[in-house]
């Protein structure tokens, strides 16, 4: 098995690029975009947002949102915080454990690791990281990331789903070093699953400011890490402390992150595998694929489940059979389209990415509808889809951003560097 995979879940799908037009002009997801007539449904997939979907067709498996049953003690509403206030985005010590996953199941998985994710992450690999670095040798740069992050994010929404998607694609291959944004030939940036990931001007705005006001102390790997965070509360979520302390990688192969990065056709096996060679678990496999609650994916990463998926069938019937038209519809003659991967609240980040897989079978890439209907990932995934009051997927999110940034990181003065240009290592004289 090969375990240079990575979750498709968080790298391949948010792709955000504005939406061309297709040759025709099928139904959008957005309601200023194109009001859908009420004729029209039996023909078309007709997100929530933009109209009630008839109960009476036979045809399709789509539940109305007031029909769910969802997995727990109470029913499920309509609820989801539009804002949080400020005692939702303060972290407090008890904030990653009032919800946890533990006790959903319990999963045994041989895992095949390859030479190069062999040594798992030990507590030496990040004994430097603590949320005070900076207090002393640059006190203002948590208050610069999150001011250029919202400046950003203000004049386009799509980049808080692209530096999210960023940050992945950089802990995905050698760990959270800043090896994506150096931009050479042959490096990460320059490999075809790199194609499509955008935000590097926001980083690169963000080093330039920090430079001005404290030259040579801020890592692009912190910055990076950082913006993630400020990217995930400017969509809508909660706020997280980030420890700091990484540093920069000296190496980066488009060869490694070609082998590394999924395709999207992977198993939830080789997807598993791959998160434990990470030292990463089954439950941030799961949890961090909400990451699609916001974001895009290109036609081109799923037209082989809508036209081509096997010698038998040339549709996946996995997919809602409304939901399929409308895809079909969108993606048959331009691959370069994108498409929400989140087909009800596309740019609210919420848990109805969960509520997607289990009540509307809408995951748009097949690596997101096989985390339901897998048995090792099926109870994490209704655990999720619950709206409760505790806030569950928030709460877990953050945890589990917390463990992802610190896969394989560089401490100490013996590894990496602090770059003075995301772009290049330092010069070497």
């Known amino acids: 098995m090969n375990p240079s995979m990575f979750f498709a ?11 061309s037009s297709a ?21 078309i997939y007709v997100p929530r947002e933009q109209g009630e979907v008839p109960t009476t067709s036979s045809s399709t498996n789509y539940v109305p949102k007031e029909q769910q049953q969802v997995p727990s003690s109470s029913s499920y509403k309509n609820d989801y915080p539009e804002d949080h206030n400020d005692d939702q985005h303060q972290d407090s010590p008890h904030d990653d454990h009032d919800q946890t996953l533990e006790g959903v199941f319990t999963l045994t998985v041989p895992t095949f690791l390859s030479e190069y994710y062999a040594k798992k992450p030990s507590e030496d690999d990040h004994y430097s990281l603590s949320s005070y ?27 808080a789903a692209a530096l999210l998607r960023l940050h992945f694609h950089d802990c995905a291959v050698r760990g959270c070093d800043a090896s994506i944004l150096l931009n050479h030939e042959g490096s990460e940036r320059t490999a075809s699953p790199s194609k499509t990931l955008r935000g590097f001007e926001v980083i690169d705005d963000i080093k330039s400011e920090l430079e001005k006001k404290c030259p040579r102390e801020v890592s692009c790997a912190d910055i990076l890490t950082a913006a993630a965070r400020d990217a995930t509360v400017e969509a809508g979520g909660q706020y997280w402390t980030v420890d700091y302390g990484r540093k920069d990688g000296l190496v980066s192969d488009a060869k490694e992150a070609e082998s590394l990065v999924p395709m999207g056709r992977e198993s939830i096996t080789d997807l598993i595998e791959f998160f434990q060679s990470l030292g990463l678990e089954v439950d941030d496999l799961v ?24 010698e038998t069938k040339s549709l996946d019937s996995t997919i809602n059979p409304k939901y399929a038209d409308y895809l079909q519809r969108k993606c048959r003659w331009a691959t ?9 609240t596309p740019t609210k980040f919420d848990n109805e990415y969960f509520v997607n897989l289990i009540y509307r079978k809408t995951g748009l890439l097949s690596t997101d509808q096989l985390l339901y209907s897998d048995q090792r990932t099926s109870n994490i995934v209704k655990t999720l889809a ?32 602090i770059r003075a240009n995301c772009n290049f290592v330092n010069p070497r004289y």
């Open 287 to 310: 949890v961090l694929s909400g990451a699609h609650t916001i974001g895009k994916s290109s036609c081109e990463s799923i037209q082989y489940r809508l036209f081509n998926y096997s």
């Open 336 to 344: 370069d389209n994108y498409v929400e991967l989140d087909a009800e």
């Open 133 to 159: 670095h900076y207090y002393q040798s640059c006190p203002e740069f948590e208050y610069i990331v999150s001011g250029k992050v919202k400046e950003w994010v203000g004049k386009d929404k799509t980049l």
């Open 386 to 417: 619950t709206n409760d009051r505790s806030n569950t997927f928030y709460q877990q999110f953050k945890k589990s951003m917390k463990n992802l940034g610190n896969v394989r990181v560089l401490t100490g003065p013996n590894k990496g560097e």
């Open 9 to 19: 879940v968080f790298l391949l799908g948010i792709q955000l690029v504005s939406v």
């Open 23 to 43: 040759h025709y002009e099928p139904a959008t997801y957005s309601r200023e975009q194109q009001e859908v007539p009420a004729s029209s449904y039996n023909n």
